[in-house]
């Protein structure tokens, strides 16, 4: 029993689409089927629904919980729910679809193993669709479900799913990033093929999307290529009564790539010094391995000058190393991006200060081409270069999640203004250059 | 099986340590909320695991109302020296006596009365961060708050404007006098705390386990009737806490399933033992956590008018 417990599975997912979709609705008939949904939660739906809802249940307002959003009926922020069935547990993030808030989905997508997409059926592919694939794809979600919903007001007609399910294949080819693509029809208000198969589908021979995504392979989703380990915290503890401590000198942190050995050649960048890794130091005792993205705390054979920020990397593959970056951003502020301002640029462990030297274009998403661009307003993405103060260690955001991305910070008003995600260095470190200081 | 893979319980972990670890890291003055409750348990052994070999670099801070259950101090009390931190309580009463809070008239409960002692707290020592143990799945205006939740220098959470929080990189950056809470549970559900206390054998103080308790019912709560009071000339503080003639009352098989303080804590009839019978409880269970306490029910949006004047 206690096993079987141990091997379950986290899956992350997001639900996009545009507003009245139907992604709470959605949301909440996962939670009601799944049984989550407790009495007293649904005894204060049902007083609302008394007081405001002409007395119809209203399961969007299970997740909408901030006043604003029952007021105006909206989403107004990612909200994150949690779901359990005896497969897996989930973590879902609710993120609004409406284009003024389309930073809070890039949000919900970062830290997301699959991305539902909400497609009215009555409305088929709109603009939204599009963006919302497009980020899907940007921040590297492996898996994508495209939820045709209200099936019911269109007479579950198989032609036209059909017709939308065509009219996504023709871009999808353009993003090209997905491990797997699934269409499902149903109805989330009425609970067709979400939980249970519709007998109103008889056309329709896939799973129910619970189905899908209690299944979908999702293990090799973390990268275990090329050791990345950002020093996150230096470990020495003051005064120590225990003898044995007196020399401890840790480097604290979260495998943000690949496995790390006991014994293993190591390089620290930005120094390029050689080490050994001679213990890997945890609460519960040493291990000999650790993986992405587990936190422990590494001793090196030898005592070098370490400290946060710092990079201890496995020597194949090498990961970038510089100060000239190229990738795609993600604004997220009311005052757009122009090239020249300077921020902080937080990746990794490490906050350095940072200039956009220049916007190299914009994204449109009917062509998903870039586009000239002065400037990017919020919700656009586009492609920057950035110089740093000090440079960075890094890999390609499509190699790595974690050390291919980054975020920008306004100095002064300490806003995230922007998510960054880096393309795959133009070469690696070369450590038989390290005798030359940079 | 790949060995190369977490569960969810140490996917959960991983992430709570990072984010200890970056609160270590950005923050001057940062400390843990420590009430003695199963969530700030956990967080207990999270700061272990990611600061040990070395002390528990950040002091523990607790706000009482003057209505504790004294099993939770005595835990609390005991927890904290086992742990070799420092413990750092502020009252409610010392706050009315420097004239931080004044009384509600009329109202027993002083859960809102803790906003200012905290927020005073939080002056006294210039703290920059506070580690608290909520979780998302609590309650529905907390599924919208972020790890790092950012509030002004008058202690108040803006839920339409919070700070985009991308991967794993939290932007820790603050003004003087503005100051961060941070929640590394926000994903843990009820369950997965318990799972936890079981996988790493923590203790958790006994009013969790079912125990016999005098307790009276009120606004559709069993409430625990409140320790005698001792005549010892100042006004009782739990008047108005006490059954009237008119309410019922009786020795009940209770525990608590989350705990506030004793006016705030409805108990639940139950008759679990052990950390097994609680995780089975909880399983089965067709109400919500907080459905037990008193100090949620006052609106549908109490908890989020709460955290936007400085609530925990």
């Given at each position: 029993?206690?096993?079987?417990?141990?091997?379950?599975e986290?899956?992350?997912?997001?639900?996009?689409?545009?507003?009245?979709?139907?992604?709470?609705?959605?949301?909440?008939?996962?939670?009601?089927?799944?049984?989550?949904?407790?009495?007293?939660?649904?005894e204060?739906?049902?007083?609302?629904?008394d007081?405001?809802?002409?007395?119809?249940?209203?399961?969007?307002n299970?997740?909408?919980?901030?006043?604003?959003?029952?007021?105006?009926?909206?989403?107004?922020?990612?909200?994150y729910?949690?779901?359990?069935?005896?497969?897996?547990?989930?973590?879902?993030?609710?993120?609004?679809?409406?284009?003024?808030?389309?930073?809070n989905?890039v949000?919900?997508?970062?830290?997301?193993?699959?991305?539902?997409?909400?497609?009215?059926a009555?409305?088929?592919?709109?603009?939204?669709?599009?963006?919302?694939?497009?980020?899907?794809?940007?921040?590297?979600i492996?898996?994508?479900?495209?939820?045709?919903?209200?099936?019911d007001l269109?007479?579950?007609?198989?032609?036209?799913?059909?017709?939308?399910?065509?009219?996504?294949?023709?871009?999808?080819?353009k993003?090209?990033?997905?491990?797997?693509v699934?269409?499902?029809?149903?109805s989330?208000?009425?609970?067709?093929?979400?939980?249970?198969?519709?007998?109103?589908?008889?056309?329709?021979?896939?799973?129910?999307l619970?189905?899908?995504?209690?299944?979908?392979?999702?293990?090799?989703d973390?990268?275990?290529?090329?050791?990345?380990?950002?020093?996150?915290?230096?470990?020495?503890?003051?005064?120590?009564?225990?003898?044995?401590?007196?020399d401890?000198?840790?480097?604290?942190?979260?495998?943000?790539g690949g496995?790390?050995?006991?014994?293993q050649?190591?390089?620290?960048?930005?120094?390029?010094?050689?080490?050994?890794?001679?213990e890997?130091?945890?609460?519960?005792?040493?291990?000999?391995e650790?993986?992405?993205?587990?936190?422990?705390?590494?001793?090196?054979?030898?005592?070098?000058?370490?400290?946060?920020?710092?990079?201890?990397?496995?020597l194949?593959?090498?990961?970038?190393?510089?100060?000239?970056?190229?990738?795609?951003?993600?604004?997220?502020?009311?005052?757009?991006?122009?090239?020249?301002?300077?921020?902080?640029?937080?990746?990794?462990?490490?906050?350095?200060q940072?200039?956009v030297?220049?916007?190299?274009?914009?994204?449109?998403?009917?062509?998903?081409?870039p586009?000239?661009?002065?400037e990017?307003?919020?919700n656009?993405?586009?492609?920057?270069?950035?110089?740093?103060?000090?440079?960075?260690?890094?890999d390609?955001?499509?190699?790595?999640?974690?050390?291919?991305?980054?975020v920008?910070?306004?100095?002064?008003?300490?806003?995230?203004?922007?998510?960054?995600?880096?393309?795959?260095?133009?070469?690696?470190?070369?450590?038989?250059?390290?005798?030359?200081?940079? | 099986?790949?060995?190369y893979?977490?569960?969810?319980?140490?996917y959960?972990?991983?992430?709570?340590?990072?984010v200890l670890?970056?609160v270590?890291?950005?923050?001057?003055?940062?400390?843990v909320l420590?009430?003695?409750?199963?969530?700030?348990?956990?967080?207990?052994?999270?700061a272990?695991k990611?600061?040990?070999p070395?002390?528990?670099p950040?002091p523990?801070?607790n706000?009482?109302?003057?209505?504790?259950f004294?099993?939770?101090i005595?835990?609390?009390?005991?927890?904290a020296?086992?742990?070799?931190a420092?413990?750092?309580?502020?009252?409610?009463?010392?706050?009315?006596?420097?004239?931080?809070a004044t009384?509600?008239?009329g109202?027993?409960?002083r859960?809102?009365?803790?906003?200012?002692?905290?927020?005073?707290?939080?002056e006294?020592?210039?703290?920059?961060?506070?580690?608290?143990?909520?979780?998302?799945?609590?309650?529905?205006?907390?599924a919208?708050e972020?790890?790092?939740?950012?509030?002004?220098?008058?202690?108040?959470?803006?839920?339409?404007?919070?700070?985009?929080?991308i991967?794993n990189?939290?932007?820790a950056?603050l003004?003087?006098?503005?100051?961060?809470?941070?929640?590394?549970?926000?994903?843990?559900?009820?369950?997965?705390?318990?799972e936890y206390?079981?996988?790493?054998?923590?203790?958790?103080?006994?009013?969790?386990?079912?125990?016999?308790?005098?307790c009276?019912?009120?606004?559709?709560?069993?409430l625990?009737?409140p320790?005698?009071h001792?005549?010892?000339?100042?006004?009782?503080?739990?008047e108005?806490?006490?059954?009237?003639?008119?309410?019922e009352?009786?020795?009940?098989?209770?525990?608590?399933?989350?705990i506030?303080?004793?006016?705030?804590t409805?108990?639940?009839?139950?008759?679990?033992?052990?950390?097994?019978?609680?995780?089975s409880?909880?399983?089965?269970?067709?109400v919500t956590?907080?459905?037990t306490?008193?100090?949620?029910?006052?609106?549908?949006?109490?908890?989020?008018?709460r955290?936007?004047?400085?609530?925990?």
């Amino acid at each position: 029993m206690s096993d079987a417990q141990q091997t379950i599975e986290l899956l992350r997912f997001n639900t996009c689409g545009s507003v009245d979709d139907g992604k709470s609705t959605l949301i909440g008939r996962l939670l009601y089927d799944s049984k989550s949904i407790m009495e007293d939660q649904m005894e204060a739906l049902e007083r609302s629904a008394d007081i405001t809802g002409g007395g119809q249940v209203n399961l969007a307002n299970l997740t909408d919980g901030l006043r604003a959003e029952r007021e105006q009926g909206i989403t107004i922020d990612v909200a994150y729910r949690y779901v359990a069935t005896p497969k897996r547990k989930f973590i879902v993030a609710d993120t609004p679809g409406h284009v003024e808030y389309t930073r809070n989905m890039v949000t919900g997508a970062s830290t997301a193993n699959l991305s539902i997409v909400l497609v009215d059926a009555r409305n088929g592919v709109i603009e939204q669709t599009r963006r919302h694939s497009y980020i899907s794809a940007l921040l590297g979600i492996p898996h994508i479900v495209f939820a045709v919903n209200k099936m019911d007001l269109v007479d579950w007609s198989e032609e036209r799913f059909r017709e939308i399910r065509e009219g996504i294949e023709a871009f999808l080819p353009k993003l090209n990033l997905f491990k797997d693509v699934k269409f499902i029809p149903i109805s989330a208000l009425e609970g067709d093929n979400v939980v249970t198969f519709s007998d109103r589908t008889p056309w329709y021979e896939g799973p129910t999307l619970l189905g899908h995504i209690e299944s979908v392979h999702i293990a090799s989703d973390w990268n275990l290529n090329g050791l990345r380990f950002p020093v996150q915290w230096v470990n020495r503890p003051n005064n120590p009564t225990d003898p044995a401590l007196h020399d401890f000198r840790g480097l604290s942190g979260q495998i943000a790539g690949g496995i790390v050995k006991v014994g293993q050649e190591v390089l620290v960048l930005p120094s390029g010094q050689k080490s050994r890794i001679q213990e890997i130091w945890t609460y519960d005792g040493p291990l000999e391995e650790a993986f992405c993205p587990q936190s422990v705390t590494l001793r090196l054979e030898d005592d070098l000058d370490i400290s946060r920020g710092d990079t201890i990397v496995g020597l194949d593959p090498l990961p970038g190393h510089s100060a000239e970056l190229a990738g795609r951003v993600c604004w997220m502020n009311p005052r757009p991006l122009t090239a020249g301002k300077k921020y902080f640029l937080k990746h990794g462990t490490q906050t350095v200060q940072a200039m956009v030297t220049s916007l190299e274009s914009r994204i449109d998403f009917e062509t998903f081409e870039p586009k000239e661009a002065s400037e990017l307003a919020m919700n656009d993405i586009g492609e920057v270069r950035i110089r740093t103060a000090k440079p960075l260690t890094y890999d390609g955001y499509t190699a790595n999640r974690l050390t291919g991305s980054f975020v920008l910070v306004e100095p002064g008003t300490n806003a995230t203004v922007a998510a960054g995600m880096l393309h795959p260095p133009a070469q690696t470190y070369k450590p038989e250059y390290t005798d030359f200081s940079i | 099986m790949s060995s190369y893979h977490l569960d969810h319980l140490a996917y959960l972990e991983t992430e709570a340590i990072h984010v200890l670890r970056e609160v270590a890291a950005e923050f001057e003055r940062p400390a843990v909320l420590f009430s003695g409750g199963k969530d700030s348990i956990c967080i207990l052994r999270l700061a272990e695991k990611a600061f040990r070999p070395s002390e528990i670099p950040m002091p523990f801070l607790n706000v009482e109302t003057g209505h504790e259950f004294p099993e939770l101090i005595e835990f609390r009390d005991r927890r904290a020296e086992e742990l070799g931190a420092k413990l750092i309580v502020r009252t409610v009463d010392e706050a009315f006596e420097k004239g931080l809070a004044t009384p509600t008239p009329g109202q027993v409960s002083r859960n809102q009365l803790q906003i200012p002692v905290l927020l005073g707290a939080i002056e006294e020592f210039q703290f920059d961060c506070c580690i608290g143990g909520a979780r998302r799945d609590e309650e529905k205006a907390r599924a919208k708050e972020r790890f790092f939740s950012f509030r002004d220098a008058f202690g108040q959470w803006d839920p339409k404007n919070q700070r985009p929080e991308i991967w794993n990189l939290y932007n820790a950056r603050l003004n003087p006098g503005e100051n961060m809470r941070v929640f590394p549970l926000s994903n843990w559900t009820e369950t997965d705390v318990w799972e936890y206390i079981k996988k790493e054998e923590l203790e958790v103080p006994n009013i969790y386990f079912s125990h016999e308790r005098e307790c009276f019912h009120r606004a559709g709560q069993w409430l625990p009737v409140p320790p005698a009071h001792e005549a010892n000339g100042k006004a009782d503080p739990y008047e108005g806490a006490r059954p009237t003639e008119q309410e019922e009352h009786r020795r009940m098989i209770c525990r608590v399933r989350t705990i506030a303080d004793m006016i705030s804590t409805g108990m639940i009839e139950s008759p679990a033992e052990n950390i097994d019978d609680i995780i089975s409880e909880v399983a089965a269970a067709r109400v919500t956590e907080r459905g037990t306490r008193a100090d949620d029910k006052a609106s549908e949006a109490a908890m989020e008018d709460r955290k936007k004047a400085g609530y925990f």
